[in-house]
């Protein structure tokens, strides 16, 4: 099925959020412990988490938020 020139009509979406950041680390017990909700309200943690470190990056992939407590852990670690 192709999409034709004017594409499918999404529009892009911003939203305000912190950047993206590859030079802190976070620590083991922390990355076992947060947890994200979907659209659904449904809430889940990372799979794959073994001895504090993420073995598979699948469990990242997916459209999910951080839930309030788990974003609030992790910009106490980001600091400012």
Request: charged share 20%; with cysteine.
């Amino acid at each position: 099925m192709a999409l034709g020139a004017g594409g499918c009509g999404a529009s892009a979406v911003h939203v305000d959020s912190t950047p993206v950041r590859f030079d802190q680390p976070i620590p083991g017990e922390l990355l076992g412990q947060l947890t994200w909700r979907n659209r659904r309200n449904q809430t889940r943690g990372l799979k794959y988490v073994v001895d504090g470190r993420l073995e598979r990056a699948v469990s990242l992939q997916g459209f999910y938020r951080l839930t309030p407590e788990s974003a609030d852990e992790l910009a106490e670690l980001v600091g400012p």
